[in-house]
T-cell receptor, first 112, second 113 residues
């Protein structure tokens, strides 16, 4: 089983719609979780951290389910500028070792 | 510019040639990471340094690959006897060691022909 798994998509979603992605991770001892955004031919950039209690940043909501070992990202009122690849990222050791493992990414296309 | 710099941005090389990439991290960051990304895949971990010490190497890093970080500042990644399968984006990131702390460079895109 891969360490981090995501549906590669693409998700083709009309502007203004709500879209959600899930990601599963294999190591139950994983410490920290993140969503990164990557635009075409650009480097990945941190979108948001994922906290156990769930967290929101504007139109973006992230949730963590440790029992089922998955994290999710919800995007409300999607914009054309949200078109990108969303990478699920897991850190297994916390601040003791900040190496992060990436999923393959989920491609999102927002349609006008 | 106080971000992570990578050089060159693009490299085209013939199969069998050696190539070397450079990464200049954020100066206060003691950790430096190399990742490789191919089309349709997420970045895959290659190796990382804490200061000048190379702490971990992925199995993806064959004997043809070597990375160094002399003096704990910039790092180089060398690929010897390049193969077409080495064609990828090579990403460098630096971190102060806290989570999340990564800052990625813009990457070096390698094409082996």
């Amino acid at each position: 089983r891969k360490e981090v798994e995501q549906d590669p998509g693409p998700f083709n979603v009309p502007e203004g719609a709500t879209v959600a992605f899930n990601c599963t991770y294999s190591n139950s001892a994983s410490q920290s979780f993140f969503w990164y955004r990557q635009d075409c031919r650009k480097e990945p950039k941190l979108l948001m951290s994922v906290y156990s209690s769930g967290n929101e940043d504007g139109r973006f909501t992230a949730q963590l389910n440790r029992a089922s070992q998955y994290i999710s990202l919800l995007i409300r009122d999607s914009k054309l500028s949200d078109s990108a690849t969303y990478l699920c990222v897991v850190n297994m050791y916390g601040n003791r070792d900040d190496k992060i493992i990436f999923g393959k990414g989920t491609r999102l296309h927002i349609l006008p | 510019d106080t971000g992570v710099s990578q050089d060159p941005r693009h490299k085209i090389t013939k199969r069998g040639q050696n190539v070397t990439f450079r990464c200049d991290p954020i100066s206060e960051h003691n950790r430096l990471y190399w990742y490789r990304q191919t089309l349709g895949q997420g970045p895959e971990f290659l190796t990382y340094f804490q200061n000048e010490a190379q702490l971990e190497k992925s199995r993806l890093l064959s004997d043809r690959f070597s990375a160094e970080r002399p003096k704990g500042s910039f790092s180089t990644l060398e690929i010897q006897r390049t193969e077409q399968g080495d064609s990828a984006m090579y990403l460098c990131a630096s971190s102060p060691g806290t989570v999340p702390g990564y800052t990625f460079g813009s990457g070096t895109r390698l094409t082996v022909v």
